[in-house]
């Protein structure tokens, strides 16, 4: 029997969506604890008990007598949930677009060939794309792809989500492994996302595995640190 999460929990993301969708800035309060109650269907034991989920996660903050506030307009990207941007955009009610900046095949360089185990001879795609959300430039995402293991990459397959061309074609991806560190933009980096002044991007480098343990992408991402946090659980053993 499938295990569902807790009422609270639910309504927790349900509201968190709609502050996506709403585009609520910071400081921007959210509609009061009658209206969730009516908007939801639930009780308002229910809602507070969601209300405070959200806000010992750092998105909302309350004040007394006053009300409840959006305190970071960030998008939350699990760091233990593997999902393409696609998806992620769609979960929170936003329009996803990829603007491609560059695509060719060309011979790796010593680090691509190492990282995707590629042997003598073998070419692989790079695929530079602007990830956007409502127009809004998120994610520089560089891209390297077998060209032996995808010959009908494409533009347009590009255009859309990367993981569904992927999975179309009958593989199953298992993980992606990587690490993420705070960078310094360049100019060009900064023009490419629309940087405010003095605004730092978190710098994702990743490669991911079908279920055979294949190497099938190696991708350098670079976030607007002003629009993504990352979360993660840990448990103590």
């Known amino acids: 029997m499938a295990i569902h999460s807790p009422l609270y929990k639910q309504v927790a993301e349900k509201i968190k969506k ?39 996660e750092g998105i909302l903050y309350s004040i007394r007598g006053s009300g409840t506030y959006v305190k970071t307009g960030k998008i ?4 233990y949930r593997l999902q ?3 998806e992620e955009m769609i979960y929170l009610n ?12 060309q011979e790796p360089t010593g680090k691509v060939r ?14 530079r794309r602007l990830r956007l959300a409502d127009s809004e430039p998120l994610i520089l995402e ?32 298992k993980e992606r492994q990587g690490e993420i560190f705070p960078l310094l933009p360049d100019e060009q980096l900064k023009q490419t996302l629309k940087l405010e002044e003095g605004e730092l991007v978190l710098f994702m480098d990743l490669w991911a595995y079908f ?25 103590r053993i």
């Open 76 to 79: 939350e990207q699990d760091i």
């Open 211 to 235: 279920e055979d343990d294949t190497i099938f992408e190696y991708t350098k991402l670079y976030f607007r640190s002003e629009k993504y946090t990352f979360k993660f659980t840990s448990k």
């Open 142 to 173: 560089e891209t390297y792809m077998p060209v032996a293991l995808f010959p009908d990459l494409s533009v347009e397959v590009m255009t859309r989500s990367k993981y569904a061309y992927v999975e179309k074609k009958g593989y199953r991806i």
């Open 84 to 86: 393409g941007f696609t």
């Open 114 to 127: 190492e990282t995707l185990q590629l042997g003598d001879g073998e070419k692989v795609f790079f695929i």
């Open 18 to 56: 709609d502050i996506f969708a709403l585009k609520l800035k910071k400081d921007e309060a959210i509609p009061s604890e009658n209206k969730l109650v009516e908007k939801y269907q639930v009780s308002r034991v229910t809602i507070r008990q969601a209300i405070k989920l959200l806000v010992e």
């Open 94 to 105: 936003k329009q996803p677009a990829n603007e491609i900046l560059d695509f060719s095949m």
